[in-house]
Protein backbone atom coordinates (compact mmCIF):
# COMPACT_ATOMS: atom_id res chain seq x y z
CA UNK A 1 0.00 0.00 0.00
CA UNK A 2 0.94 3.39 -0.93
CA UNK A 3 0.47 6.21 1.24
CA UNK A 4 1.57 9.59 2.64
CA UNK A 5 3.89 8.90 5.99
CA UNK A 6 3.51 10.54 9.26
CA UNK A 7 5.98 11.21 12.33
CA UNK A 8 4.36 7.76 13.46
CA UNK A 9 6.57 6.25 10.13
CA UNK A 10 9.63 7.66 10.94
CA UNK A 11 11.57 4.89 12.56
CA UNK A 12 10.41 2.65 9.78
CA UNK A 13 11.57 5.25 7.11
CA UNK A 14 15.18 5.73 8.79
CA UNK A 15 15.50 2.30 8.63
CA UNK A 16 15.90 2.48 4.69
CA UNK A 17 17.64 5.87 4.77
CA UNK A 18 20.24 4.52 6.75
CA UNK A 19 20.14 1.89 4.18
CA UNK A 20 20.39 4.50 1.36
CA UNK A 21 22.94 6.78 2.95
CA UNK A 22 25.67 3.53 3.14
CA UNK A 23 24.97 3.17 -0.16
CA UNK A 24 25.62 6.80 -0.91
CA UNK A 25 28.96 6.60 1.16
CA UNK A 26 29.99 3.42 -1.13
CA UNK A 27 29.55 5.89 -4.28
CA UNK A 28 31.26 8.67 -2.87
CA UNK A 29 33.70 8.37 0.35
CA UNK A 30 34.61 10.84 0.14
CA UNK A 31 31.81 13.24 0.34
CA UNK A 32 29.02 11.43 2.43
CA UNK A 33 30.39 11.12 6.16
CA UNK A 34 28.70 7.36 8.67
CA UNK A 35 25.95 9.39 10.71
CA UNK A 36 24.12 8.48 14.10
CA UNK A 37 20.39 7.98 14.60
CA UNK A 38 19.74 11.52 15.95
CA UNK A 39 20.56 12.83 12.75
CA UNK A 40 18.67 10.55 10.82
CA UNK A 41 15.62 11.85 12.53
CA UNK A 42 16.22 15.35 11.77
CA UNK A 43 16.67 14.79 8.10
CA UNK A 44 13.42 12.73 7.75
CA UNK A 45 11.46 14.70 9.92
CA UNK A 46 11.93 18.31 7.81
CA UNK A 47 9.67 15.66 5.37
CA UNK A 48 7.07 14.84 7.86
CA UNK A 49 6.82 18.72 8.88
CA UNK A 50 7.30 21.13 6.27
CA UNK A 51 4.25 22.35 3.79
CA UNK A 52 6.32 21.92 0.82
CA UNK A 53 7.86 18.11 2.00
CA UNK A 54 6.53 14.86 1.99
CA UNK A 55 7.29 11.03 2.20
CA UNK A 56 4.99 8.65 0.31
CA UNK A 57 5.89 4.95 2.21
CA UNK A 58 5.12 1.39 0.47
CA UNK A 59 4.00 -0.46 3.12
CA UNK A 60 3.32 -4.06 3.49
CA UNK A 61 2.12 -6.51 6.39
CA UNK A 62 2.73 -3.11 8.64
CA UNK A 63 6.49 -2.92 7.47
CA UNK A 64 8.05 0.31 5.61
CA UNK A 65 9.80 -1.72 2.74
CA UNK A 66 10.08 1.32 0.75
CA UNK A 67 9.74 5.37 0.49
CA UNK A 68 10.23 8.60 -1.99
CA UNK A 69 10.80 11.94 -0.09
CA UNK A 70 9.50 15.07 -2.52
CA UNK A 71 9.95 18.41 -2.34
CA UNK A 72 7.20 20.80 -3.91
CA UNK A 73 9.32 23.39 -6.03
CA UNK A 74 7.88 26.61 -7.16
CA UNK A 75 9.54 28.22 -9.49
CA UNK A 76 7.64 31.60 -8.95
CA UNK A 77 9.79 32.15 -6.06
CA UNK A 78 12.86 32.60 -7.67
CA UNK A 79 14.18 35.88 -9.28
CA UNK A 80 11.72 35.77 -12.20
CA UNK A 81 14.33 34.09 -14.94
CA UNK A 82 12.22 31.35 -15.08
CA UNK A 83 8.60 31.15 -16.07
CA UNK A 84 6.22 30.44 -12.85
CA UNK A 85 5.30 26.35 -12.93
CA UNK A 86 5.53 24.21 -9.95
CA UNK A 87 7.31 20.94 -10.41
CA UNK A 88 8.21 17.79 -7.66
CA UNK A 89 11.54 16.70 -7.28
CA UNK A 90 12.16 13.40 -5.75
CA UNK A 91 14.97 14.05 -3.15
CA UNK A 92 15.67 10.22 -2.07
CA UNK A 93 13.83 6.96 -3.30
CA UNK A 94 14.51 3.48 -1.24
CA UNK A 95 13.50 0.06 -1.51
CA UNK A 96 14.44 -2.16 1.05
CA UNK A 97 16.85 -4.80 -0.28
CA UNK A 98 15.08 -7.74 0.36
CA UNK A 99 11.64 -6.65 -1.06
CA UNK A 100 13.82 -4.78 -4.34
CA UNK A 101 12.55 -6.00 -8.04
CA UNK A 102 8.87 -6.59 -6.79
CA UNK A 103 7.30 -3.71 -8.21
CA UNK A 104 7.61 -1.32 -5.09
CA UNK A 105 9.70 1.10 -6.54
CA UNK A 106 7.86 1.80 -9.39
CA UNK A 107 4.38 1.68 -7.27
CA UNK A 108 6.39 4.90 -5.13
CA UNK A 109 6.59 6.60 -8.90
CA UNK A 110 3.40 5.90 -9.46
CA UNK A 111 2.53 7.69 -6.48
CA UNK A 112 5.01 10.63 -7.19
CA UNK A 113 3.36 11.11 -10.24
CA UNK A 114 -0.29 11.11 -8.87
CA UNK A 115 0.78 13.67 -6.71
CA UNK A 116 2.06 15.65 -9.57
CA UNK A 117 -0.44 15.62 -11.39
CA UNK A 118 -2.99 16.88 -8.89
CA UNK A 119 -0.32 19.95 -7.58
CA UNK A 120 -0.51 20.75 -11.48
CA UNK A 121 3.15 19.98 -11.54
CA UNK A 122 4.59 20.44 -14.74
CA UNK A 123 7.30 17.24 -14.34
CA UNK A 124 8.99 15.04 -11.58
CA UNK A 125 13.01 15.25 -10.96
CA UNK A 126 15.42 13.53 -9.50
CA UNK A 127 18.99 13.03 -9.36
CA UNK A 128 20.75 9.86 -9.37
CA UNK A 129 24.86 9.16 -8.83
CA UNK A 130 26.39 7.88 -12.70
CA UNK A 131 27.30 4.98 -11.08
CA UNK A 132 24.43 3.78 -10.14
CA UNK A 133 23.41 2.35 -13.32
CA UNK A 134 20.70 -0.51 -12.15
CA UNK A 135 18.98 2.92 -10.80
CA UNK A 136 19.07 5.02 -14.11
CA UNK A 137 17.91 1.88 -15.99
CA UNK A 138 14.65 1.61 -13.46
CA UNK A 139 13.86 5.02 -13.73
CA UNK A 140 14.39 5.11 -17.70
CA UNK A 141 11.81 2.16 -17.31
CA UNK A 142 9.67 4.23 -15.81
CA UNK A 143 8.71 6.79 -18.38
CA UNK A 144 12.13 9.08 -16.88
CA UNK A 145 14.73 10.61 -19.29
CA UNK A 146 18.16 12.42 -19.11
CA UNK A 147 17.58 16.01 -18.80
CA UNK A 148 21.19 17.22 -18.22
CA UNK A 149 24.53 16.13 -16.89
CA UNK A 150 25.83 17.50 -13.90
CA UNK A 151 30.13 17.11 -14.36
CA UNK A 152 32.77 18.06 -11.63
CA UNK A 153 36.35 18.41 -11.16
CA UNK A 154 37.31 17.31 -8.05
CA UNK A 155 40.55 19.25 -6.83
Not at 86 to 93: G, S
Not at 138 to 146: D, L
Amino acid sequence: MIRFADMNDLAGINVLHEQLHIQHIGYRPDIFAPIEQPVFDKLMAVYLTQPDKRILISENDGITDGYAALSICDTSKGAGEILPFTFIEVNELCVAENAQHKGIGSALLDGVKAFAREQDAKFVELGVNAQNTGAQEFYKANGMFVKNYKMQYIV
